[in-house]
């Protein structure tokens, strides 16, 4: 009996284990930052979690079930480039806002798919992706050539800058 017992302990020890490995911790990892985008309506604000390794960029938003409305994950690809995202086990919609060095975006991908693995490209090069709940875009007015202000963008993001 005392075998059985243990065996049950180690069993249900083993599952619980696995469930926890099952996914990814999909609490923040990153300390939070500061970043401002410049559109047509205004300024606006928003709390960015920074994916600067290749560990967070690899899990992004993954498995994340909700966002606030003024925050979004800041992906730093450092060297300019076409990028290129998926939704991949991530059930929030989001949209992607494409970033060159300098902070203008680039390209907008609204409203991408949960959990699609279809790629989401930037269609011209940037250094960086800032993902935020899809409606965004819109909600605020985010337009190609829009200003964005981060420490990672080289130089003030000052209206009128071409």
């Given amino acids: 009996m005392r075998n059985l017992a243990a065996l049950l302990l180690a069993a249900t020890l083993a599952v619980t284990g696995l469930a926890a490995c099952a996914e990814p ?4 990892e990153a300390a939070t930052e ?8 205004g300024v606006h604000g928003f709390t960015v979690e920074l994916a600067d390794t290749e560990e967070r960029r ?3 938003l993954m498995f994340r079930e909700d966002l606030a409305l003024d925050a979004g994950m800041l992906f730093d690809f450092e060297t ?15 949209d992607m ?3 060159d060095p300098n902070g203008r975006i ?3 991908a609204e409203n991408t798919v949960p959990f699609s693995e279809a790629i989401v490209s930037s269609r011209y090069p940037a250094s960086a992706v800032f993902e935020v709940n899809a409606g965004t875009a819109r909600r605020i007015s985010i337009k190609v050539g829009d200003r964005v202000s981060h420490p990672l963008f080289e130089g003030p993001a000052t ?3 071409g």
């Fill in 106 to 108: 680039v390209s907008v």
């Fill in 159 to 161: 209206p009128g800058d």
């Fill in 34 to 41: 500061s970043l401002t985008i410049e559109t047509s309506t």
């Fill in 97 to 99: 806002i494409f970033i």
């Fill in 80 to 94: 300019p480039r076409v990028i290129t995202m998926w939704m991949r086990n991530t059930p929030l919609p989001l």
């Fill in 58 to 60: 690899r899990r992004g």
């Fill in 25 to 28: 911790n999909p609490k923040p």
